[in-house]
């Protein structure tokens, strides 16, 4: 059973930023691509990006192309997202989850709350 | 707005089936596996069928997918309370370059 853990709960003033990480093991992480959906209160799933491991190839939805990072660091098998730039409508769950090379995502972490308020 | 429409919400009673639609383009669902998701209340996104048709270990084979054209279904015969979720389509769009997901169907199950 693949698990992906991700960081807790934050809480950010409108205007900063934020970082989610998302942990597996090295066979999990190995020859898969690990992307970011977010999901605000009562809304659908919304996908941001995601990223290559070992390539460091990165894609994002357009909406996102500025404020977003996503990164993967192979040594600690983590794939991280940066949301800067904070506003209230960033207000979400932030879920990982693992692709595969059928472009589904098989495997998803348990999620992360970021409320941004002032 | 979702590049891929699904009906907003759905309802049935206990042992009937039902069937949740996922429509789209040629640039994603007409050129792409489609993929489906179970978000149970107060929890993560779990993978339901992907391939259009293929099932997880673990799911059971009251769910079952389909591709054609444009368009995908999923099918859940039997159902159960257990069932009542939100249900996501999603693939992957060529002319975005990125995944994209339905807007969701929320099924409820008097």
Redesign the interface.
Same mark, same amino acid.
Not at chain 2, 37 to 42: E, H, I, R, T, V
């Given at each position: 059973q693949v698990q992906l853990v991700q960081s807790g709960a934050e809480v950010k003033r409108p205007g900063s930023s934020v970082r989610v990480s998302c942990k597996t093991s090295r066979d999990a992480f190995t020859r898969h691509t690990f992307?970011w959906?977010r999901q605000a209160p009562g809304r $659908?799933?919304?996908?941001m $990006? $995601?990223v290559v491991p070992g390539y460091g190839k990165t894609?994002?939805?357009?909406k996102f192309q500025d404020t977003v990072t996503i990164t993967a660091d192979d040594s600690a098998t983590t794939a991280y997202l940066e949301v800067k730039w904070l506003t209230s409508d960033d207000t979400a769950m932030y879920?990982c989850?693992r692709?595969?090379f059928?472009?589904?995502?098989?495997?998803?972490?348990?999620?992360t709350l970021v409320t941004v308020s002032s | 707005q979702s590049v891929l429409t699904q009906p907003p919400s759905l309802s049935a009673t206990p042992g009937q089936n039902v069937t949740i639609s996922c429509s789209g383009s040629g640039s994603n669902i007409g050129d792409h596996y489609v993929s489906w998701y179970q978000q149970l209340p107060g929890t993560a996104p779990k993978l339901l069928i992907y391939d259009n048709h293929e099932r997880p270990s673990g799911i059971p084979d009251r769910f079952s997918g389909s591709k054609s054209g444009t368009s995908a279904t999923l099918d859940i015969t039997g159902l159960r309370t257990g069932d009542e979720a939100d249900y996501y389509c999603a693939t992957f769009d060529s002319s975005l370059s990125v995944g994209v997901f339905g807007g969701g169907t929320k099924l409820t199950v008097l």
């Amino acid at each position: 059973q693949v698990q992906l853990v991700q960081s807790g709960a934050e809480v950010k003033r409108p205007g900063s930023s934020v970082r989610v990480s998302c942990k597996t093991s090295r066979d999990a992480f190995t020859r898969h691509t690990f992307h970011w959906v977010r999901q605000a209160p009562g809304r $659908g799933l919304e996908y941001m $990006g $995601g990223v290559v491991p070992g390539y460091g190839k990165t894609s994002y939805a357009q909406k996102f192309q500025d404020t977003v990072t996503i990164t993967a660091d192979d040594s600690a098998t983590t794939a991280y997202l940066e949301v800067k730039w904070l506003t209230s409508d960033d207000t979400a769950m932030y879920y990982c989850a693992r692709g595969t090379f059928s472009n589904y995502f098989d495997s998803w972490g348990q999620g992360t709350l970021v409320t941004v308020s002032s | 707005q979702s590049v891929l429409t699904q009906p907003p919400s759905l309802s049935a009673t206990p042992g009937q089936n039902v069937t949740i639609s996922c429509s789209g383009s040629g640039s994603n669902i007409g050129d792409h596996y489609v993929s489906w998701y179970q978000q149970l209340p107060g929890t993560a996104p779990k993978l339901l069928i992907y391939d259009n048709h293929e099932r997880p270990s673990g799911i059971p084979d009251r769910f079952s997918g389909s591709k054609s054209g444009t368009s995908a279904t999923l099918d859940i015969t039997g159902l159960r309370t257990g069932d009542e979720a939100d249900y996501y389509c999603a693939t992957f769009d060529s002319s975005l370059s990125v995944g994209v997901f339905g807007g969701g169907t929320k099924l409820t199950v008097l």
